[in-house]
């Protein structure tokens, strides 16, 4: 699919931001390791959360989806063997925390995806799951999909490397279940917001475990069971960043229904970010109000959120003076290396953009209509899409199809609040 934007200098209206990704993967599969029937409203429905729920159906688990809703009768901790590849799409969190789970069976299977997943590095997950008792490998020998794993997990001790946050809840997942208790020591601590949002999972779940505030160490007792549950699944922070920054660049009065400022979610620090560099954005009864002004530069520390950067990215480009965002190395072993990927294609745009090691300086920047390239990111194509809006000319963007990830109906999303896009795909174009 490929989309055209145009610059847009208003934009109005209501937008009811999607369910949150990580908390639907995480709701899917504690629900598939419960006792019982879980029933989990307002879920995410989109290829990422589709990829978990079919390796779940593998597992073992009956699931029914209706609308947004999904009703799970668990396997009660015991994964089935599945006994074909568990195909994790484009999901890294799904590929992850799948990892921790199929080391709980006795059996051997494989977990693989498309191209863009097989470019993620796992091995730190491995060492630490094969300490603890499994025998993960990577088939083609570079440390990434697809892997091959045979459990049995028994607890112990383990260490891991913090790169990816979905190590840490891997483990933290899948360890309760475990024989003997486990002590995990984890160095290079990123993105702890989503460490957080499993703790309070697993909190919720009342299973027992023990943690340094900083997340350096944990103890986790074994022999404990996941419990079914009833859950209504918040809005998703990091897809309300692309509407939010919207907002901030152009002369627009939007209101943001749907999220929840007291949900763990670290990515509502996107209105912390932007406010710092001086957007109008209040809270109002159920959601927030953007009204576009003039922004200033900042520097921002994205360490905690580095699903923001592209997004974060674009408000740069529009900001007054040089925006600098850092201490996020971790967003080039997202989808695509986002920071080399960002760099490249605002640059086709005419933006004033520096690459750095951790991150990206910006520099406010006259945008000119360009073709980029998605790279069947999905955050990259949104984040493009609002360069496109404060942009000279004609912006087309390709592989635009990828917003189904975590976004399905973004496009016509920003259509109703008077975006200037047109959809163009195989058998159909839209305006």
């Given at each position: 699919?490929?989309i055209?934007v145009y610059?847009?200098?208003?934009?109005?209206?209501?937008?009811?931001?999607?369910s949150?990704k990580?908390?639907t993967i995480?709701?899917?599969i504690?629900?598939?390791l419960?006792?019982?029937?879980?029933?989990i409203?307002?879920?995410?429905i989109s290829?990422?959360?589709?990829a978990a729920?079919?390796a779940?159906?593998s597992l073992g688990?009956e699931?029914?989806v209706s609308g947004?809703?999904?009703?799970?009768?668990?396997?009660?901790?015991?994964?089935?063997?599945?006994?074909?590849?568990?195909?994790m799409?484009?999901?890294?969190?799904s590929?992850n925390?799948?990892?921790?789970?199929v080391?709980?069976?006795?059996?051997?299977?494989?977990?693989?995806g498309?191209?863009?997943?097989?470019?993620?590095?796992?091995?730190?997950?491995l060492?630490?799951?094969?300490?603890?008792g499994?025998?993960g490998?990577?088939?083609l020998?570079n440390?990434?999909?697809p892997?091959?794993?045979?459990?049995k997990?028994?607890g112990?001790?383990?260490?891991?490397?913090?790169?990816s946050?979905?190590?840490v809840?891997?483990?933290l997942?899948?360890?309760?279940l475990c024989?003997?208790d486990?002590?995990?020591?984890?160095?290079n601590?990123?993105e702890?917001p989503?460490?957080d949002?499993?703790?309070?999972?697993l909190?919720?779940?009342?299973?027992?475990?023990?943690?340094?505030k900083d997340?350096?160490?944990?103890?986790v007792?074994g022999?404990?069971?996941y419990?079914h549950?009833?859950?209504?699944?918040?809005?998703?922070?990091?897809s309300?960043?692309?509407?939010?920054?919207?907002?901030?660049?152009?002369?627009?009065d939007?209101?943001?229904?749907?999220?929840?400022v007291?949900?763990?979610?670290?990515?509502?620090?996107i209105?912390?970010?932007?406010?710092?560099m001086?957007?109008d954005?209040?809270m109002?009864q159920?959601?927030?109000?953007?009204?576009?002004?003039?922004l200033?530069?900042?520097d921002i520390?994205?360490?905690?959120?580095p699903d923001?950067?592209?997004?974060?990215?674009?408000?740069?480009?529009?900001?007054k003076?040089?925006?600098?965002?850092?201490n996020?190395?971790?967003?080039r072993i997202?989808e695509?290396?986002?920071?080399?990927?960002?760099t490249?294609?605002?640059?086709?745009?005419?933006?004033?953009?520096?690459e750095?090691?951790?991150?990206l300086?910006?520099?406010?920047s006259?945008?000119?209509?360009?073709?980029?390239?998605?790279h069947?990111d999905?955050r990259?194509v949104?984040?493009?899409?609002?360069?496109?809006?404060?942009?000279?000319?004609?912006?087309?963007?390709?592989t635009?199809?990828s917003?189904?990830v975590t976004?399905?109906?973004?496009c016509?999303?920003?259509q109703?609040?008077?975006?200037?896009?047109?959809?163009?795909?195989?058998?159909?174009?839209?305006?």
């Amino acid at each position: 699919m490929k989309i055209t934007v145009y610059k847009t200098t208003h934009l109005k209206g209501n937008v009811l931001i999607p369910s949150s990704k990580s908390h639907t993967i995480r709701a899917v599969i504690i629900s598939s390791l419960a006792d019982g029937v879980s029933e989990i409203e307002n879920a995410l429905i989109s290829s990422d959360t589709t990829a978990a729920v079919e390796a779940c159906r593998s597992l073992g688990a009956e699931i029914s989806v209706s609308g947004n809703k999904l009703t799970i009768r668990g396997f009660n901790g015991v994964p089935q063997n599945p006994s074909k590849t568990l195909d994790m799409a484009n999901s890294g969190t799904s590929l992850n925390l799948i990892l921790g789970i199929v080391s709980l069976g006795n059996f051997e299977t494989v977990l693989d995806g498309d191209e863009s997943l097989r470019s993620r590095p796992v091995n730190p997950l491995l060492d630490a799951l094969n300490r603890l008792g499994a025998k993960g490998e990577s088939v083609l020998n570079n440390g990434k999909p697809p892997i091959k794993i045979r459990g049995k997990i028994k607890g112990g001790m383990t260490k891991v490397d913090g790169m990816s946050s979905q190590f840490v809840s891997s483990l933290l997942i899948s360890t309760p279940l475990c024989e003997n208790d486990t002590e995990i020591d984890v160095f290079n601590i990123h993105e702890t917001p989503y460490i957080d949002m499993t703790i309070t999972w697993l909190k919720e779940q009342n299973i027992r475990f023990d943690y340094k505030k900083d997340f350096s160490w944990f103890r986790v007792y074994g022999k404990q069971t996941y419990k079914h549950f009833k859950k209504r699944i918040p809005g998703d922070w990091s897809s309300a960043a692309f509407p939010i920054v919207a907002g901030a660049i152009t002369g627009s009065d939007i209101f943001i229904a749907g999220v929840d400022v007291n949900d763990v979610q670290g990515d509502k620090a996107i209105v912390e970010y932007l406010r710092k560099m001086g957007a109008d954005i209040t809270m109002e009864q159920n959601g927030l109000r953007i009204r576009g002004c003039p922004l200033k530069g900042a520097d921002i520390d994205l360490n905690a959120t580095p699903d923001a950067l592209p997004a974060m990215a674009v408000a740069g480009c529009f900001a007054k003076g040089e925006t600098k965002l850092y201490n996020v190395a971790q967003a080039r072993i997202k989808e695509t290396d986002r920071i080399k990927v960002m760099t490249g294609e605002l640059r086709k745009m005419g933006a004033d953009v520096k690459e750095l090691k951790d991150g990206l300086v910006l520099k406010r920047s006259s945008l000119r209509g360009a073709k980029v390239n998605g790279h069947y990111d999905h955050r990259v194509v949104m984040a493009l899409s609002l360069a496109g809006l404060i942009a000279e000319g004609e912006t087309e963007i390709d592989t635009a199809e990828s917003v189904n990830v975590t976004f399905p109906g973004y496009c016509e999303m920003m259509q109703k609040i008077e975006a200037k896009i047109n959809i163009e795909e195989e058998g159909y174009a839209g305006k």
